[in-house]
């Protein structure tokens, strides 16, 4: 196709190579790929250039004309050819997930408490079961077989404009106990390795609102190592008999047995009383190291995933606020037990710095408990009946309804306290010197 005589295969100079490239290069972007095979061939064996580098010469697009420059003080001013753009418009993939499902996304994201997105992918489509039996949403089958089918990664993306993040700082109020620690076992987090649910974690939940002076109300948490089924009980404060009463309150609703209770260092659990009900009761009394919170990781995550995150660190001292309180508290643990998912670290391995993680498949506490081999088929079956008749919509109304509740409680409360002041210091004169 390209021949060569003895004339060509002379050696070119270097504006007869410039030359041949700006002729050969529009019809080799032109030609097929079998035709530029041979071009770049016949190029090479003519310029004796590089192979990569004659291919890359040709592909080139030609530099815009110069059409003339002027001279502005020091600078130049070139003017060029302006070309027009030959490339081709790129079409652009069709959305799979549109706003039809990003509106349900969002939707039910906000109803599941705005967890995250493996947690949710995992029971997304129980939860759209759920609602939909209740009426709460309706969706089109397109829409639902979407929904079952995405992914964490696209739920992250869907849900990114809607999120906010929040930081909430507390602080601690725990007091240490009697020399009785001597007589209680300790455990760390490492020492979890019961397969059976009835072992939990205890702590005590400060509602001081920042200010720790006279009593104030506290929220008892536990959390089964096991299923991660939490329960919560508000107490009065922090004195053995009301934290006593709220463990007792607390392992009646209970759907298993308490077998294991593990607290911190406190005065409020480290006490005779505590340890001479384990004793009769045949329950295994723990407790963790002193100023190590990681110990009791299982319920310190809940206190603020769940406790903080509810009902937040505004001082809560009154019984009224006792009450809503703990009515708020028996909707969410129908909420969390039975429609959170929670996911349990399977392996945890170094690699120099970096730390790999490995979870378990997300399920809720109630899944786990129905997978559990040491519940019985009457407990199994009371749960299934309580799971049949709930809406994770409506407790999430009612929910909110209480959190409205104590607001406004705390607020007249405040706005009374400061009346009260005012009151005590109208009579005052104020003399300058």
């Known amino acids: 196709m390209f021949p060569l005589n003895k004339e060509t295969t002379m050696t070119l100079t270097m504006n007869e190579r410039r030359s041949i490239t700006k002729e050969t290069r529009a019809k080799y972007q032109k030609a097929t ?18 192979r990569c580098y004659a291919a890359r010469i040709l592909r080139a697009r030609e530099k815009a004309r110069v059409l003339g420059s002027i001279k502005v003080g020091r600078e130049r001013i070139v003017f060029v050819e302006r070309k027009k753009n030959k490339h081709k418009t790129k079409i652009r993939r069709q959305r799979v997930y549109g706003d039809e499902v990003a509106s349900a996304l969002k939707k039910i994201w906000a109803i599941c408490d705005g967890i ?11 939860i759209i079961r759920v609602l939909e039996n209740f009426g709460e949403i309706e969706l089109s089958a397109i829409v639902r077989e979407k929904l079952a089918h995405i992914s964490p990664s696209t739920i992250d993306r869907l849900l990114a404009p809607v999120r906010k993040k929040y930081e909430l700082k507390g602080r601690h109020s725990t007091k240490p106990g009697s020399m009785l620690k001597s007589q209680i076992a300790v455990r760390t987090f490492s020492d979890w390795n019961e397969e059976r649910p009835g072992f939990m974690e205890f702590d005590l939940v400060s509602h001081d609102g920042g200010n720790p002076r006279g009593d104030f109300i506290q929220t008892l948490s536990g959390v089964d190592v096991c299923s991660g089924w939490m329960e919560n009980e508000a107490v009065k404060n922090k004195a053995q008999r009301w934290v ?16 294991g209770i593990d607290s911190d260092n406190g005065s409020e659990f480290i006490n005779d009383h505590l340890l001479r009900y384990c004793d009769i009761e045949e329950i295994t009394f723990t407790r963790s190291r002193p100023y190590r919170k990681n110990d009791s990781c299982y319920v310190e995550q809940k206190n603020y995933s769940v406790v903080r995150r509810t009902v937040g660190y505004q001082r809560y001292d009154t019984d009224e606020e006792l009450e809503t309180l703990n009515e708020l508290y028996g909707y969410l643990r129908l909420y969390t037990n039975f429609f959170l998912p929670v996911m349990k670290m399977k392996e945890k391995t170094r690699v120099g710095s970096k730390v790999k ?4 498949e997300p399920k809720t506490p109630y899944q786990r408990l129905l997978d559990s081999d040491f519940i019985s088929k009457t407990r199994k079956q009371k749960l299934m009946d309580i799971y049949v008749k709930l809406n994770p919509a409506e407790l999430k109304r009612q929910i909110s309804r209480l959190q409205d509740k104590l607001l406004k409680l705390n607020l007249l409360k405040e706005e009374k306290r400061r009346k009260e002041v005012r009151d005590n210091t109208k009579d005052f004169e104020y003399i300058s010197s």
């Open 33 to 50: 790929k079998k035709q530029k095979m041979e071009m770049l061939n016949w190029f090479v064996e003519l310029t004796k250039y590089n």
């Open 357 to 360: 993680k490995i979870y378990d």
């Open 244 to 259: 006593f009463g709220g463990l007792e309150g607390i392992r009646g609703r209970l759907p298993f047995d308490l077998l």
């Open 116 to 126: 995250c997105s493996k947690r949710l992918a995992a029971v997304l489509s129980e």
